[in-house]
């Protein structure tokens, strides 16, 4: 087929990316904006030898679970995919597009295994999927006018689509973005230019304590100091915002580099104590506190993750004797909620400032039975399990990154052969895989349950427990 030429089709699927999926004329067609279950009609951007991109012209029979989408700029901008997919479409969508990848990339025949005693729990949703997040970056730029703007990046591309008022993120944001780039305007201070790798403002993080209701802002900049940052630090301090909510640290990140990286490894403090503080609910009427630094890694959905980290634990099923290893354990948060209930538990993780936030968090949660290692999880845990052969480690829990585990992290586990592995997984693609590796050598997929994580995305948390096979 030809550019630009038209065509019918009816979407059966959607992608990683969050584009309709259907077939026609024997090729695979991937229609942006369609959602499964409509009749559209396409036009075609790119051709491939078995499958071709095309753009959405019009819905022809829209799909029962089509619905308007909320935000505006909804389809300029590249961060939420599923906004014209009903709450109860997505949830559907994510929970088969978790147990397609254990089918198709992990192997796994699932309807035999259920027969056998393997459960699939339902997907943990929200109740209220918008305004979750607690966490933003948002990058900054110029608009033709020469003014300062902040928003998200169009997808596939670096061209900021201008919203300080995003319907996943707190609602402080709004606030704070239209002050800093109010303040940049009249000051003539100039926004970083990626092409040149010229300017003054990269990004502005802002994260918020959902319970504690404070908030943190850190300038992402390209420059030793900020300009009139004094000046800025009274507007900010001075903002008043409808829950009470106050910014309590405010910082800078020094980042020179020509890269995507958004944040610098330097870290210059100007208001507050350098951290927010937050916590969750665990055990009963017990809560776990937690301090938040700039570059800590902080699960965005604070209400799933509670309900994430509780699956763990029940997952876990600890007593109270066990040794568990954390791997990639972050600020402590899975780590805590796992040593309430074991006789000691290990944590590792890469970010040394990370590994200071879980030490500090044990201490203030009174949580001695917990140590923590600075390093990668894939020499970390070999090197200790030489020098410890004899200690027996009866429960590993791992939450890597997108990119799942290594090789050589996936074979010690295996080797020190624990009785449970509780795998926690932003990427289901990874998480197949390595679940794969696994159950070749020594264990069996007894339970899986996704969690809607980030509602209005394609992105799906999703969480395994592994039975060593006696």
Same mark, same amino acid.
């Given at each position: 087929?030809?550019?630009?030429?038209?065509?019918?089709?009816?979407?059966?699927?959607?992608?990683?990316?969050?584009?309709?999926?259907?077939?026609?004329?024997?090729?695979?067609?991937?229609?942006?904006?369609?959602?499964?279950?409509?009749?559209?009609?396409?036009?075609?951007?790119?051709?491939?030898?078995?499958?071709?991109?095309?753009?959405?012209?019009?819905?022809?029979?829209?799909?029962?679970?089509?619905?308007?989408?909320?935000?505006?700029?909804?389809?300029?901008?590249?961060?939420?995919?599923?906004?014209?997919?009903?709450?109860?479409?997505?949830?559907?969508?994510?929970?088969?597009?978790?147990?397609?990848?254990?089918?198709?990339?992990?192997?796994?025949?699932?309807?035999?295994?259920?027969?056998?005693?393997?459960?699939?729990?339902?997907?943990?949703?929200?109740?209220?999927?918008y305004y979750y997040r607690n966490k933003a970056q948002?990058?900054?730029?110029?608009?033709?006018?020469?003014?300062?703007?902040?928003?998200?990046?169009?997808?596939?591309?670096?061209?900021?689509?201008?919203?300080?008022?995003?319907?996943?993120?707190?609602k402080e944001n709004k606030i704070i973005l239209e002050?800093?780039?109010?303040?940049?305007?009249?000051?003539?201070?100039?926004?970083?230019?990626?092409?040149?790798?010229?300017?003054?403002?990269?990004?502005?993080?802002?994260?918020?304590?959902?319970?504690?209701?404070?908030?943190?802002?850190?300038?992402?900049?390209?420059?030793?100091?900020?300009?009139?940052?004094?000046?800025?630090?009274?507007?900010?301090?001075?903002?008043?915002?409808?829950?009470?909510?106050?910014?309590?640290?405010?910082?800078?990140?020094?980042?020179?580099?020509?890269?995507?990286?958004?944040?610098?490894? +330097?870290?210059?403090? @100007? !208001? &507050?104590?350098?951290? /927010?503080?937050?916590? #969750?609910?665990?055990?009963? =009427?017990?809560?776990?506190?937690?301090?938040?630094?700039?570059?800590?890694?902080?699960?965005?959905?604070?209400?799933?993750?509670?309900?994430?980290?509780?699956?763990?634990?029940?997952?876990?099923?600890?007593?109270?004797?066990?040794?568990?290893?954390?791997?990639?354990?972050?600020?402590?948060?899975?780590?805590?909620?796992?040593?309430? +209930?074991?006789?000691? @538990? !290990? &944590?590792?993780?890469? /970010?040394?400032?990370? #590994?200071?936030?879980?030490? =500090?968090?044990?201490?203030?949660?009174?949580?001695?039975?917990?140590?923590?290692?600075?390093?990668?999880?894939?020499?970390?845990?070999?090197?200790?399990?030489?020098?410890?052969?004899?200690?027996?480690?009866?429960?590993?829990?791992?939450?890597?990154?997108?990119?799942?585990?290594?090789?050589?992290?996936?074979?010690?586990?295996?080797e020190m052969s624990p009785e449970k592995i509780v795998?926690?997984?932003?990427?289901?693609?990874?998480?197949?895989?390595?679940?794969?590796?696994?159950?070749?050598?020594?264990?069996?997929?007894?339970?899986?349950?996704?969690?809607?994580?980030?509602?209005?995305?394609?992105?799906?948390?999703?969480?395994?427990?592994?039975?060593?096979?006696?």
């Amino acid at each position: 087929m030809n550019k630009n030429e038209e065509f019918e089709v009816i979407i059966t699927d959607m992608s990683d990316e969050g584009a309709g999926i259907g077939k026609y004329a024997g090729f695979t067609w991937f229609v942006k904006d369609a959602v499964i279950g409509d009749k559209v009609l396409a036009g075609v951007t790119k051709q491939k030898k078995n499958y071709g991109f095309a753009r959405l012209i019009k819905v022809l029979e829209p799909s029962k679970d089509r619905i308007e989408a909320a935000c505006p700029i909804a389809r300029q901008c590249g961060g939420c995919q599923l906004q014209a997919l009903s709450y109860e479409g997505q949830l559907r969508f994510k929970e088969n597009k978790v147990l397609n990848n254990l089918r198709r990339l992990g192997g796994f025949d699932l309807e035999k295994m259920q027969e056998a005693g393997f459960e699939i729990l339902p997907i943990l949703g929200m109740n209220e999927p918008y305004y979750y997040r607690n966490k933003a970056q948002f990058p900054v730029g110029r608009n033709r006018d020469g003014k300062a703007i902040a928003g998200f990046y169009a997808g596939r591309t670096h061209n900021i689509i201008p919203c300080t008022d995003c319907m996943l993120g707190c609602k402080e944001n709004k606030i704070i973005l239209e002050t800093i780039l109010d303040h940049m305007n009249r000051n003539n201070i100039v926004p970083y230019d990626e092409i040149k790798g010229t300017g003054v403002l990269r990004h502005v993080l802002i994260r918020k304590g959902r319970t504690s209701k404070k908030l943190m802002v850190c300038l992402v900049i390209n420059t030793d100091k900020y300009p009139k940052l004094s000046e800025l630090t009274e507007l900010l301090l001075s903002l008043k915002f409808e829950d009470g909510s106050s910014i309590a640290s405010i910082s800078c990140s020094v980042n020179k580099e020509k890269t995507n990286v958004i944040m610098g490894a +330097k870290i210059r403090n @100007v !208001y &507050g104590p350098g951290y /927010i503080e937050d916590s #969750i609910s665990c055990l009963e =009427d017990k809560k776990l506190s937690f301090r938040i630094s700039p570059l800590s890694f902080y699960q965005v959905n604070p209400v799933q993750m509670e309900r994430l980290y509780k699956t763990a634990l029940d997952f876990a099923e600890l007593s109270g004797t066990e040794n568990v290893w954390d791997l990639y354990c972050g600020i402590g948060t899975i780590s805590l909620f796992l040593a309430q +209930k074991a006789k000691k @538990v !290990y &944590g590792v993780e890469i /970010i040394p400032q990370a #590994i200071e936030n879980a030490k =500090d968090n044990a201490e203030r949660n009174s949580m001695d039975n917990t140590e923590f290692f600075v390093g990668k999880a894939e020499e970390v845990l070999p090197e200790w399990y030489k020098k410890n052969p004899d200690e027996k480690i009866d429960v590993i829990v791992v939450d890597p990154p997108r990119k799942g585990c290594d090789e050589a992290c996936l074979k010690t586990m295996a080797e020190m052969s624990p009785e449970k592995i509780v795998y926690v997984s932003c990427d289901s693609a990874t998480l197949a895989r390595d679940l794969k590796f696994l159950c070749a050598n020594g264990y069996e997929l007894k339970k899986v349950r996704a969690c809607d994580m980030f509602p209005q995305t394609v992105h799906v948390e999703c969480i395994a427990l592994l039975q060593r096979v006696k």
